[in-house]
């Protein structure tokens, strides 16, 4: 391999009025200040390159397998994450702490956008796992409730783009994790989608109503949250709880792509500022709650009634699933 041999050539003209001065001074006058000139440009070039260089094993780092989150970038720089907790991807307190730690990696990468995705053919999550509500250690239930806030303050407030390839069930919990995306492609089929906690004896909080009342109309969300509807795919295309049907997990995703896709010729921090405007009040009302919150939360566990509901339900999926 040869070398360069001219990499950065500067002509001065030494006889230019700003120079005379100088020159008339001492010899080569003008080169000496056209070269201090030159330095913080190269400084900042060196920066740059060396920037980059460091960026480029931190994008490698997200590509390692956790083991209850996936965390790739793609060749168009659009990173999946996909939830990989069998058999339902139940949201435990492991699991979102999994799911909050890669959102911060997506934030700090600095992705085209992200898509929430899961590893089950069947099942995208069946929300909360009720394990973590059943008969529970108190302090492990504060620091349960504490991850699955912040992990909602970073999907639903994320600068990023996101959006939901829905390849299997969501309900509860895992339709709140893809409403708190921009958008959502779901796998046509049996499957359904919806916050179902009446069913369970259980009231959804504020913040997931919010949410439903604003991916799909008021009248439909109340209905919706007081029959513990769950939605056909059909249903949920028709009332935009989902924006469109894919054949197959593959086809959501190319979906999602498509979407994102829309932001290319987009300024990212007006797109980021927009989208934080339009999701502000939700945010700003969890934000200034929360601590009650979560004191609702520990309340309701040791409700009696709650404990015996959540009991009976356990025991009809465990049978169902024994079937
Ligand atoms: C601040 C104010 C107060 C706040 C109040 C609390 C509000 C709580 C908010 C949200 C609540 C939730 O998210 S609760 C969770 C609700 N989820 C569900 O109701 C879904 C239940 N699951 C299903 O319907 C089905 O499992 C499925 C459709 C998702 C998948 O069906 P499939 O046939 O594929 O699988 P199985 O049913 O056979 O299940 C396999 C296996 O998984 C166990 N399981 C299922 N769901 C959960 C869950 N959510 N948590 C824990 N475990 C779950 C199921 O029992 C089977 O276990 P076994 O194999 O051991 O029998």
Known sequence: MGRALV???????????????????????????????????????????????????????????????????DNDGVAIMTLQRPPVNSLNLDL???????LDDVAK?????????????????????????????????EEF??????????????????????????????????????????VGGKFTIGLNETALGIVAPKWFMDTMCRTISMRQAELALTTAKMFTVDEALKCELIDEIATDKADAINKCKTFL????????????????KMREEPIKNLQTSRQADVQEFLSFLKNPKVQQSLEMYIQALKQKAAK
């Open 96 to 102: 979102l702490k999994e799911i909050s730690k890669s």
């Open 109 to 141: 990468n600095k992705s085209r956008g992200m898509i929430l995705t899961s590893s089950s053919p069947t099942v995208f999550s069946a929300g909360l796992d009720i394990m973590e509500m059943y008969k529970p250690d108190m302090k492990r239930a």
């Open 7 to 73: 990499w950065d050539a500067t002509c001065v003209d030494s006889l230019a009025a700003s120079h005379l001065p100088s020159t008339s001074q001492k010899a080569a006058a003008a080169a000496e200040s056209a070269q201090m000139l030159k330095r913080p440009k190269m400084f900042l070039l060196r920066q740059a390159v060396s920037n980059a260089r460091q960026l480029a094993p931190s994008v490698r780092a997200m590509s390692s397998k956790g083991p209850l989150v996936d965390l790739t970038v």
């Open 145 to 186: 409730w504490t991850t699955l806030q912040d992990v909602w303050f970073k999907l639903y407030g994320s600068s990023f783009a996101t959006a939901a390839a829905i390849n299997g069930h969501a309900p509860a919990g895992g339709c709140l994790l893809s409403m708190s995306c921009e958008y959502r492609a779901m």
């Open 261 to 276: 896709k829309k932001f290319e010729k987009i300024p990212p921090l007006a797109r980021a500022i927009t989208k934080l």
